[in-house]
């Protein structure tokens, strides 16, 4: 596979992690927050599953955006070139 495609595959993969990490945070802090009595369940989900799913795929995406940077890692390291003026 070549660097572009493992690039393209890394960050459709990170993309579709962040989605479902963004909604149980959402719904960890504005709906089960830290401290709702126990038991607590939204959507048939109790607050344990909601807390492990968001910490498995924040993990997961984590690792995935190291992988991005590391694989991006000439552009970021030229990135104050971009700034200075050389004209």
């Known amino acids: ?4 495609q ?6 459709v993969i990170a993309f579709l992690l ?12 504005l ?3 830290s401290g709702t009595r126990g038991g607590a ?6 607050r ?3 807390l492990n799913m968001h910490d498995f795929t ?10 991005h940077i590391a694989l991006h890692w000439k552009f970021y390291r ?5 700034f200075s003026a050389k004209e």
Do not use: E, K
Request: charged share 5%; net charge positive.
């Open 1 to 4: 596979m070549r660097r572009i």
């Open 6 to 11: 493992v690039s393209a595959v890394i960050d």
């Open 18 to 29: 962040f989605i479902p990490s963004l909604i149980s945070g959402i719904v960890l802090y």
């Open 31 to 33: 709906v089960l927050p």
């Open 41 to 46: 369940v939204f959507l048939s989900v109790t």
């Open 48 to 50: 344990n599953q909601w």
């Open 58 to 67: 924040s993990i997961a995406f984590a690792v995935l955006i190291v992988l």
């Open 78 to 82: 030229h990135i104050p070139q971009c």
